[in-house]
Structures are given as structure tokens and as C-alpha cells.
């Protein structure tokens, strides 16, 4: 037997070497050839003696259809690998062509409840059982095996630790003994590190980039159609045991924020951050100082925070303005991470504290940060307030003696970057320690070494700090809720809340939307007539627009469909497709989707309907999947827009005209002399159908709880009063029209698209307007002008007008960069003050349709004229209803901060865009299908 083994190892290790297949040698124990065409399913109700419970993981489908393209993969990935990965190569080469085709799961009644993942297994397929293993495989670049034995809820990283301890790789492979693959990254450290089942491949690459992601992803691929390894593999390493991992720990590393709203410990910021997509809210207060910050992380290297400060030991400004009311000031930080933390490679961090405004609390600093197990350490240099106890010399000064000074902040008004003091002056070190309980996870113990001590002219010597050492305990109450109590400076008690949350992960199940429409395998009728009335209804309940037209031919259905927005969440197609599907004749082979937005065609989606049907009824083989839909153009002379259509709700006078709704609304105030300003309103708001492409709308707000009338103090301004009336605005009458327009859409000729307006378009104006916008269907950029001549309105939002008139407009560049989701706008133009310049809004949009933004405005308005912050500037998040609501629908709530509102830079609020109404045209919507989509 020994002697048997040997020669086999002996002629595989050859094999490698050569290049020659070794598949004639492998054991096809537990094969059963495939002699009919049937389900999979069924195949199992055949053999009822075949599966067990608890056995799905051990079923393979090998199918011949398969085994020339992964011959073709084989190849180019041995080609791919080279004379510089030889050996892997021969591995590779070595390895048999099985066919194999990864499924969900292997269970017959599961499958019979899921259609779409039982496959119809035909003549010249096989089944096979593998045997059971206790052994992890782990795949080395040299070519070899590593076996390790397995262990329940073990990492990845303790496997390839196991079988060569120095190694530190970041990216890797897992291979399921199902042939599912997932791709783990030891660098993020906000998700547990997956785990290996029984029999499972692991492929991590060296990480010096000498084997390519995009090559080590088709190794995985391929490694995929083998299943559980093969005793026979020429092994290097045998009965390996997964010892203690010295490196990254197994489960996430927690953050929490500190006093200052950015992820630290309490006075001091680490170099952690949290995932892209996070939103925040903080509260903190250590005496003389409050502070309310909010918090983004639109990307996973970059974190932004903004909010106030507010100081009690000083007042906003002389009595006769301020009263007794506390100090506030505007701030905005940032945080940059530099490189990732690796095996035995800290995380790093640089940022800058309140790096627009006054200056007051101005920082900048480097930060490291190195996690062992549950304990997370920190080590930075900061300059300015952070680093005020300025034990060090700048280590910058070596480069230019103008980094060993720190100038003095003259921004009394805010708003400016003090780019002049960034990094001057003499540094502070600063770190500590962050420890999560082992057995009470939620809470967090925290120590630090503040680099400030409190001599600033910024604290007015109004502070006496005992100690340089601050300690504090996080209590994570709820996956949303941080509540944090420190002691701190050694005389000073702290306590704050934070509030967080995934932005990008919100999603709504829709309970409330009608049940979908059950799709029918291609040629199997669906038992139950249905007239055209039937069909219509069913379309628009699913939907949720209106049906205009149903044109039929003998091998094509279209729909056309009137205000159906499809965002990036929402399966629209697949749903009203279903319906047609359900209703339409056999001969029927493309079902197209035509949308329109107020009577204008946008875009259409044609699909393929058996296609789209078999997707859906059964688990396809790779080499039978394509897309199932193209979206085009809807061009004038489409037959969905010429005479004999099945259905024409305009011919039969069904159209609906008028609609209305009620709602709240909110504005506020925040960062003057007055504090908090707010007010909450009742709306209802109506529009009525002229034509399909020409509409009046109208809104009606009530006032219902206010305190406006505390509102005593109006910003000087240099400059037309074009936005600072809003004591007046927001106080003179409890009912107003805010909105009063009529609007129409229309075409100017493919991806050309105008708009036109006239009325009360918002609360401070009235007059007409018209935009023109240049959009391609599926473009990454569009390009729209647009022109306004517009009169202010009386305070009390009626239907009187001020004096004052201008006329304003831009030219705006939309590019959707392909970059990590951002969408940018340059627009340049002339604003209401009269002032001309150009803004620049950059935002994150992420899956779900949420979106995190910036913008900032500069026009030939000097600093010392546009007043307060010196330039327009502001931080805003999109949240679509639809990921909050049981029902889908469309709409969209923004909430913006701008720290003032100023005269400079000042824009028409515009009820209605032309970006917004073809959004279907959207590189998103016009390239992704629904069903892939959350």
C-alpha cells in the first residue's frame, strides 16, 4: 500500500513538473452518470437512499458543457502565472477539467421550493459524493499543498500562519467545498475574518503584487471546479496545527468617537475609522466646552466631522448682541488614512482639527495605530491646540526653518483655510490605549496622554489642568448608541453620546407592496386567461405609475409607463415584466420597458424573455448566462408611440389629472448670536395634469411650532439681500405659498432635453425660468445651462413682490467619475446677488441610492463682502424615502449643514431639474439589472 502511494506521489510530482494531467489517476469513487434530462431535484426524489441530512456540502454537479471553457481557463491562467510562478503553473496544468458548476445548495426539497437554483441536469453530466475530510487546504506559491487540520471557527490567517508563520498577506481566497468563493482582506478590520469549512482551498498570495488580484481571482475560480482536495496532492506540510495567531485579531475592531466627534479616545484621535457609508451624531461635555458634532465617512479612507463648539466661559460677542448666551464657534475637521494596518505594519493617520473658521481649536496631526488581540494602542505627533504642551522641536524644521514658528490665525470671521499655520510650530506627542472587555464586548476602556496643556491664548487661561492623563469607558448600549463618561485633565468629569449608523446598508423590506407576480417557466402555460383591463392593473399596482400604452405585435411587447421612477433600488422592471410575461402570447419573444417622465420619453429596457424567464425558473451553467436586457434610447418613430396599441389610457380617456398630499417641513438656524432657530410646519401640496408634459403645481405650509421669534440678531451684509431676510421670511405670516408654478418638459431630439417655468418657484422668489440639459443614455457626464429672471417676494409669501429683480443662471458639467461612486458637478454662472463664480459639489452615491456631498462656492465677492465664513460652503446627505419605507415608492429627504447663510454665492431653489426627471438615463439604471440590485 505504502509502496502504491509513493509511485502515485512520485507521478503527480511529475506531472506538476511537466505540465500533464493527472486526472486519468483521481479516484471517481461516488460518480453517478446523468442518462435523462431532469431536475436536480428530481434526480434526488429518484435516489431517495442518496442524501442524508447534514450531507449537502459533499454533492458536486460536474456539467459537460462546462469543461471547454474551464479548459480555456486553465490555460490562460497558466499562461498568466509564467516562467516566474513555474511551479504553480505546472500545479495548475496538473489539475483535472471537471465541469464542475458551484450550487447554492445541494438539497432536494430545498430545490424543489427554489426553482431558480435547481438546474436541469442532461445526458453526459455526472453527480459526484466526495468523501469527507477533517483537512483545510492551503495552496503555497510554490506549487504546492499545505494541509492543516481543520478547527471550528478558526481564521484564514491562522491557516496560512500554520503552515509558514512569517507570512503576512492581506488578500485571500477561500474555496467552500460547495466551490462558493469569498474574498477576505486582513487589512479591514470591520468585519470578522471568514472561516473555512471542512475540505475547503485557501489561496493567499504573497503581498508584494507579484501574482496579480486579477489573476489569484481566476486561480480561486478555478480551484472552485475541483472540490475537496485530493489526498494524493504532492503535500509539503502534513497534520499541520493552528497555533496562536500573533496578529490580527478574529473579530472587529470596535471604534467610538471622542469629545471632538472624530474616532478616538476622549481629547485624542487615533488613526482608526469607521466603515464607508457611516453617519454619525455626537453630543460631549467637559468643562468650558460643549460639543455637537456630526460625522461622514464617505469613503473608507476618509472621514469627515462638522459642528460647534460652544465655550462658557466666554460670550458670542458684546452684551447688547449676545445677551447671556454662550461663545459658539464653526468648525470642520478631517481625517486622512495613509496605508492600512497589517500583520506587523501599524494603520496611519493624518488629520486636521477645525481646518475652516476662526481657528481657534486649529490641529493637524500623524497618527499610528497597532491592535493586539482586544487591545488597541495609538501614538501620534500633533501641532497647534492639539499639541500646545510643545515638548518637541518640529520635526519639519530639518526641511525649512518657516515650519519651527506657528504664525497667529487672523480669521475673526471664519471660513478661510489658515493653510499658513498648517504643520508650524512646535510639536506634542499624544496616544494611549483602547481595551475591549473580552466577556462584555459592548463596553470599551479607555487611557490617553493628552498633547494639550490648556496654556493656549485659545483657553484664555480660564483652565487649570491637574494631569495629562484622561480615562474614560464606552458603553455601546445599541449597535446605534455610544454612551461615553470620562474623567479627564485629572479635575474635570466627561460624558457624551454618540449616535451611528450604516447609511449604505439602510433597506426597508416592502411588506406592503403587493405580492410579485409568480413567473412560469418558457412554454408552460399559466392556466388563467387574463384580458387587457386584467393585465393593465396588474402592471400599475406593481409598478406604481401609470400605464400609458401596450403595444403588441406577434414578437414583441412594450410598455409604456408615465412617472415610474427607477431609482437604483428598485426592481422595476422585473416586476412589471413578470406581468407581461404571465399575460402575453406564447410567440411573444422581447418584452420592452418604455419610460417616460411627464409625458417625455427617457429610456427604454427590451428584454429577452426567455432568457429573463429561464433565469428565473432555473440555475443556469455559466456558458448559458448573459444579460437578458439592453436599455436604448426611446425614439420618436418607436412602435410603442404609433397607432394600434392593445391599450392607449389617452384613447380611452382614463388618464388621471390631479393629485395631492399632505406632509411636515422643517428649517433651522444654527451658529449665530441667537443659537438654536427653528421651525416646523404643516404642508399639503397638489399638482393638476394640462397636458402630460405641462403641469401646475402648488404648496401650502402652516406654521405649527416655532421659535423664530427669538431671532434678534440680522447679519451685516455688504451685498444684495438676496438670502439674510429669513427672520422675516420665516416669521411674518403663519400661512404661506411657498410654491406656486406651472412647468413644462419636453424634447429637444435624442439625449436632448429641455425645461421651462413660471410662477412663485420658491419661498424668497418668483419669475421664469428654462433649462437645457444634454444627457446620453449611459453616459458618465451630461452638461445642462440654465437661465432665470426672477423678482423677490413679499415676506408674507403671497403673491406680492419687492423691488428687487435679477437675472441668474449657470452652465453645469455632470461627470460620474467611475471613481469609489462619485458623482461630480462644476456649474459657472452668475448667482442672485449678481455675483459670478462657480461651485463645485462632489458627492459619495452609494448602492442603496443614499449619498453623502459637499459643495463650496467662490465668486468674485471678496472675504471681507461675502461677510461670516468668508465663502458658501456646505455638507449635505440624500436619503431616497424608499430605503425607510414599507412601500416603494420614490422621493428623497436632504439635510444640509452650511454653517451660515450668507448673500454671496446664493442660488435659485428650483422645485424641478431636468438631471433629476431622467434619471432613468442614469449609467446606474441604464447598466445594471434590477434583480441585481438591493
Partial sequence: MKLVFAARRAHILLAGLLGVSWAACADPAQTHAISQTERLSAWFERHPSLQRPGDTASWAWHAASERGGQAVLQRELAEALGASHSALAGFVRSLPVTGRVALPLVDGRWLQTNP??????????????????GDVAVLLPTGHVCRVSHQPSATWLAYVRACDPSVAPSLSWLIQPDGQVVTADALDRHAAQPVLAPGGWLWAPPPDGAIPPAVSSRLAQFLATQGPADPAYPWTLRDRRIAAEPG????????????????????????????AGTAGLMFGRVLPYAHLKARLQPFDWLSVSFGYVSASDRLYGAEDLSGDRSYVDKSADVKLRLWREAAWRPQVAVGLRDLIGTGLFASEYVVANKAFGNLDLSLGMAWGYLGSRGQFRNPLGLVSSKFDERPAIRSESGGTLNSKSYFRGRTALFGGVQYQLPSHPSWLLKLEYDGNDYRSPTDRGNIQAASPWNVGVVYRARSWLDLTVGFERGNQIM?????????NRLDMIKFLDPPRVPVRPVGVASGQAHSVSDTVAELERQAGAAVKRVHADDVRWTLVLDGADRGAQRPLVDKVVA??????PATVQTIGVALEERGVPVAEVAVDRAQWARERTEFLRPSERQTDRVTRPVAAGDAARQPGNLYDRDAAGLGQRGRAGLGLSYAQSL?????LLFSLGAVAQGEYRLRDDLWATGVLQLRLLDNYDKFDYTAPSNLPRVRTFIREYQTDRRVTVPVAQVTHFGEAGQNHFYLAYGGLLESMYAGAGAEYLYRPLGSRWAVGVDVNRVQQREFSQGLGLRDYKVTTGHTTLYWDTGFEDVLLRLSAGRYLAGDVGMTVDASRVFAN????GAYATKTDVSAAQFGEGSFDKGIYVSIPFDVMLPRTGGGTATVTYAPLIRDGGARL?????????????DVRAASTPDSTLP
Fill in 579 to 584: 406581468v407581461a410575461h404571465r399575460d402575453a
Fill in 116 to 133: 431558480a437554483a435547481d438546474p436541469i441536469l442532461r445526458e453526459g453530466d455526472t453527480l459526484v459524493r466526495h468523501a469527507r475530510t
Fill in 671 to 675: 451658529g449665530g448670536p441667537d443659537g
Fill in 495 to 503: 460624558f457624551g453620546f454618540s449616535l451611528h449608523e450604516r447609511m
Fill in 248 to 275: 490580527l485579531p478574529d473579530a472587529p475592531l470596535p471604534t467610538s468617537v471622542n469629545d471632538w466627534g472624530t474616532v478616538g479616545l476622549l481629547q485624542t484621535p487615533t488613526a482608526r475609522m469607521e466603515p
Fill in 849 to 852: 441610492g443614499v449619498r453623502f
Fill in 909 to 921: 431653489n428650483r422645485r424641478f431639474t431636468l438631471y433629476d426627471l431622467t434619471r432613468s438615463r
